[in-house]
């Protein structure tokens, strides 16, 4: 079973960039297509960006296309999501998650802050 553990987060002012990471376990990660969801106080869990398994397909939510970047090196097992022109609407916990192919994403990290001051 795959496991993910994400990295990167931080306080940052609006209009800057940070990037969050996700290690992934295991020697399938090649196989999953990946996706960043993120989650803010008293609000659902949201779909922020996918990746496929080979990288070559990207999608991203309308609130953060043109600004947000998803990556992946499966020799490294990671998956990255770079995150320019921040906005304080995009502070939330943000979850790496893992599409093994079962049930859509069903494999989750802990998630790891990210706070945009105004």
């Known amino acids: 079973q795959v496991q993910l553990v994400e990295s990167g987060g931080g306080l940052v002012q609006a209009g800057g960039s940070l990037i969050v990471s996700c290690a992934a376990s295991?020697?399938?990660?090649?196989?999953?297509?990946m996706g960043w969801f993120r989650q803010a106080p008293g609000k659902e869990r949201e779909f922020v960006a996918s990746?496929?398994?080979?990288?070559?397909?990207?999608y991203y939510a309308n609130s953060v296309k043109g600004r947000f970047t998803i990556s992946r090196d499966n020799a490294k097992n990671m998956v990255y999501l770079q995150m320019n022109s921040l906005k304080p609407e995009d502070t939330a916990v943000y979850y790496c998650?893992?599409?093994?192919?079962?049930?859509?994403?069903?494999?989750w990290g802990q998630g790891t802050q990210v706070t945009v001051s105004s």
């Open positions: 295991g020697r399938t990660f090649s196989s999953y297509a």
């Open positions: 990746i496929s398994r080979s990288g070559i397909s990207t």
């Open positions: 998650a893992a599409d093994t192919g079962t049930q859509g994403y069903d494999v």
